[in-house]
């Protein structure tokens, strides 16, 4: 009887919430779950193992690996390797390629924190790191970027879509100035924010590895997977079994079907257009006194994935206004999740806006289980608290 209880609680807080931080992480799709549960149950094998159970497993991983393939690329130009999450494929790369103070690595300002840390961790042990510039509409600045290259750089860093204010990079110009200066630098995406959410081509790109994660496209939780290019070579940052080149251990069976399944019932054009129709509706419904961040130089983004806005708010602490939004079960964030024990916001610093502002920020990223309905009572209580604080 208590088991029940408990479930019709949380039921209904499910359905009472409304989750605008998909950003941060989505809730597991229905046909996912089902996936993980069967798979848990039924296909729990060691797939390294040789008896029957322990084959049908790795049967299962190689088709779900052949479906993630199938949406970064139609090209056979390379490998995928499941990780524990994207944190864990960025410092994969990170550290198979910069394995020498004589390496020089460049990184967009503004990245995540899994890029962003590794690299602080390098500059601080005498490695050479430089960072590429924000424009003030959070593109990179390719002059400077061009400028930055030299003989001995070894890797270059950024994500497709920047986690706090959703602003696309230029990917195929990053690419083509670096190509174009030192043909041998490796190139790593983030593609986390990307990934199912717009259509693109990691190979025609020009990247040499990419990394995704699961619990961003409603997969789930502690799975994430590296691309690599085919005759690319990393230094392997963990040793063990032989289960995958660069990442020894026990695959997480659940977690890599399951993590197919998110990518196969994903759909990506349908989704666009309603998280398109959301992202239109709020910024139409700002509140007097509201911008968007990106807005906030004078300048445009030339691209935005509307999943992600980043709201700068009129001299009151986004913590404070996104207090009073949990209080009445409206829940969003001020910026990427992993940075949450951060002071200030790298990313809007980058771009030009003063500290201090970058504190009157809040993040609201869509999910296709949001509705127009969960924007306009968004609008409408973050109005109610603007006016009640100001």
């Known amino acids: 009887m208590k088991t029940k209880i408990l479930l019709i609680v949380y039921t209904n807080n499910m359905v009472n919430e409304i989750y605008l931080d998909n950003a941060a992480t989505t809730r597991m799709h229905d046909e996912v779950l089902s996936t993980v549960v069967n798979v848990e149950g039924n296909f729990f094998h060691n797939s390294s193992a040789q008896y029957g159970g322990s084959i049908k497993v790795a ?107 959703g602003v696309i990079q230029p990917s195929r110009e990053i690419v083509d100035i670096v190509k174009r200066v030192n043909p041998r630098t490796h190139i790593h995406c983030d593609a986390v924010q990307g990934f199912c959410k717009f259509d693109f081509d990691v190979a025609q790109l020009g990247f040499d590895s990419v990394a995704i994660s699961a619990h961003k496209v409603y997969g789930p939780k502690g799975i994430g997977a590296l691309w690599v290019r085919k005759g690319v070579n990393l230094k392997p940052i963990m040793y063990g079994g032989a289960q995958q080149d660069y990442r020894p251990g026990t695959e997480n069976n659940a977690g890599i079907i399951g993590f197919a399944k998110a990518v196969e019932v994903f759909d990506t054009q349908s989704s666009f257009n309603h998280i398109s129709r959301l992202y239109k509706r709020l910024v139409d419904g700002l509140p007097n006194g509201c911008t968007l961040s990106i807005e906030y130089g004078g300048d445009k983004a030339t691209q935005i994935n509307p999943y992600i806005v980043n709201i700068m708010l009129p001299n009151v602490y986004g913590q404070t206004v996104m207090n009073a939004l949990s209080a009445k079960g409206i829940f969003v964030g001020m910026g990427s999740a992993c940075a949450k024990v951060a002071s200030k916001n790298r990313t809007l610093i980058a771009m030009g806006i003063l500290e201090n502002k970058t504190k009157n920020v809040l993040r609201i990223s869509f999910g296709i289980y949001n509705t127009e309905r969960d924007t306009d009572m968004f609008l409408r209580e973050l109005e109610k608290i603007l006016m009640e604080l100001m």
């Not at 994969?92 to 460049?106: A, C, D, L, N």
């Open 59 to 165: 049967d299962q991983i190689d088709k779900a690996r052949q479906i993630i393939l199938s949406k970064l690329t139609r090209e056979k130009s390379g490998d995928l390797i499941f990780t524990s999450g994207a944190t864990e494929s960025n410092n994969i790369v990170i550290f198979g390629k910069i394995t020498s103070p004589r390496h020089h690595m460049i990184v967009l300002a503004g990245e995540h924190s899994s890029s962003y840390a590794p690299s602080v961790y390098l500059r601080n042990s005498d490695y050479e790191v430089d960072y590429i510039p924000l424009k003030k509409d959070g593109t990179a600045n390719l002059d400077v970027l061009q400028r930055l290259i030299k003989k001995n750089t070894t890797l270059v860093v950024f994500s497709i879509v920047n986690s706090d204010t």
